[in-house]
């Protein structure tokens, strides 16, 4: 019996590109950890990464239609209005095997599992929260019953007799050194492709921001668990030596940790990249309060080049309604102390939020324009519109769905909302279209840790382009404070107009 576990194409949506909170880092490598611990207790399994192949969806349902498969394991990622797109290719999938068991897991299908058990029946299943010995129970009782009548596994949410859906959580894994490492079995592709290789440190945050689902996905009263500072650069010198990979970026959601301990295990994986003298790059994601400066020279020296920041906001009502736990002050001191250091790092941070106000907006701005981050227009352009996404799982979308009429999304994983301020929401509705025809102007590369990078367009161009949409933003956000523009829906379309076309003159 050979299971296959699916990492489905993901069609790009023009509309939605700037938006990534779909995708968290921290899920790209299940896939890899199912299929080593189904190795480990040999257990056949094959990897079909249609996305990273570049497959479209008739591709990949032509491929596995051939294909006599008892189990098929599918990753599912919200893919926004082309989400119906997977279900749709998941079902003409079934159509040609009917005995196939379809199992989804990862961020999106956790919580919305309920709607998809009740909306799919092609779904047979879905694994909530960490999948790896969940799918390594379902596949050892599909081995041993040709026709499976009701499955009782922790961390599956499937059907009873009776159609209802039925679930019993499992604990999540507490010692991470005990996962055997993820499998790489397409790692020339990624080289080739100029992907950066992941590796996970952690798991787990323990923040308690009110816009993350990282804790709800994992169920957990133990918020985060690291791996050993060992057995991480274990890995590491594994992939150095194997297969002479020297750049790494870590998937965690906070690679550092809670407080003196967290920073003593990342000098103590520092220590050992310096002792062992292997020459390489890294970079990571973490909360401010983390950045400490013993800590961060050990790193730098052992090879830290790429910091995440997940700043959030320059306002301290905002802060304190996202729980973060941090404040202005302490954002400014990370910053300087990273860049004191030769990192300019790459941010989080929400312009936008339900409960914005004029003066929260204000704030932000000033924030940004001390801190100096606007440097170039695709990075002013993301950070100038980003509004908070609110998706199922998060305290945010609780809260947004109990006080505020909004409107649901495919299986009601997103909350659509409007910003509770007209003044606001009027100005975040101009101001994101004014930014998105800025990025769409620009021939620009995405990537993980890099909002984006500016190419093809001359130097002046680009500095031009970036003072204007800061210029273009101060004035209309100014005009708003006055009471000078009206939000009637005729005046939002006439002034989104005329912004963007002084934002195309700067490029011609």
């Known amino acids: 019996m050979s299971i296959v576990l699916l990492e489905p194409p993901r069609p790009e949506n ?4 700037e938006d990534v909170v779909n995708a968290p880092l921290s899920a790209c490598l299940f896939t890899g950890y199912i299929f080593s611990v189904l190795h480990k207790n040999k257990i056949e399994a094959e990897i079909i990464n249609a996305h990273l192949y570049n497959w479209s969806m008739e591709k990949t349902v032509s491929f596995l239609s051939s294909k006599n498969i ?8 919200y893919l926004w209005e082309r989400t119906q797109n997977v279900f749709d290719m998941l079902s003409a999938i079934k159509s040609s095997n ?3 068991h379809i199992n989804l897991y990862g961020y999106y299908p956790t919580f919305a599992y309920k709607k998809i058990l009740e909306d799919f029946p092609h779904i047979d299943s879905v694994t909530i929260g960490e999948p790896e010995f969940t799918a390594l129970e379902l596949a050892q009782h599909i081995s041993q019953n040709s026709a499976p009548d009701e499955i009782h596994i922790p961390g599956l949410a499937s059907r009873n007799n009776q159609g209802n859906v039925v679930f019993s959580p499992r604990p999540p894994v507490q010692d991470l050194d005990q996962l055997p490492y993820p499998d790489r079995q397409d790692i020339d592709l990624y080289k080739k492709k100029g992907i950066v290789t992941y590796i996970q440190g952690s798991r787990g945050c323990y923040g308690h921001c009110t816009f993350c689902y990282l804790n709800p996905f994992y169920g957990q009263v133990n918020l985060w668990r690291g791996r050993s500072a060992k057995n991480i650069f274990e890995e590491i010198l594994k992939l150095y030596t194997e297969y002479s990979i020297n750049n790494f970026y870590f998937s965690d ?4 940790g809670p407080g003196k301990h967290g920073r003593g295990r990342a000098v103590t994986l520092a220590e050992l990249i310096l002792m062992h003298d292997i020459n390489i790059n890294f970079g990571f994601e973490c909360r401010v309060n983390d950045i400490e400066e013993h800590s961060l020279s050990m790193l730098v020296m052992a090879g830290l080049t790429n910091v995440f920041l997940g700043l959030e906001s320059g306002d301290p009502e905002s802060l304190s309604r996202f729980n973060k736990n941090t404040s202005v002050e302490g954002n400014k001191r990370a910053i300087q102390l990273l860049r004191d250091y030769g990192i300019e790092p790459t941010y989080g941070f929400i312009m936008f939020e339900p409960d914005s106000t004029l003066k929260s907006v204000r704030n932000n701005f000033e924030f940004l324009k001390e801190t100096n981050i606007m440097t170039t227009p695709a990075v002013t352009a993301h950070l100038l519109h980003h509004k908070e996404t609110i998706l199922k ?3 945010d979308y609780l809260s947004i769905t109990n006080k505020t009429t909004c409107s649901n999304s495919f299986t009601n994983y997103e909350a659509l909302y409007k910003i509770r301020n007209p003044e606001v929401e009027a100005f975040s509705e101009i101001i994101t279209n004014v930014c998105k025809k800025a990025l769409s102007l620009l021939p620009a590369v995405h990537n993980c840790q890099n909002a984006a990078t500016d190419t093809g367009i001359n130097s002046d161009s680009l500095a031009k382009l970036n003072n204007i949409l800061i210029a273009l933003f101060e004035k209309t956000l ?3 404070e006055k009471n000078n523009l009206t939000y009637s829906s005729d005046s939002i379309k006439k002034l989104t107009q005329e912004l963007i076309h002084e934002v195309e003159r700067a490029i011609k």
């Open 14 to 17: 023009p509309n939605r590109l």
């Open 253 to 256: 959601a906070n690679f550092l």
């Open 393 to 395: 799982g998060t305290p």
């Open 478 to 480: 100014s005009d708003f």
């Open 98 to 100: 009917k005995a196939m």
């Open 70 to 77: 008892p189990l098929l394991c599918v990753h599912a990622v």
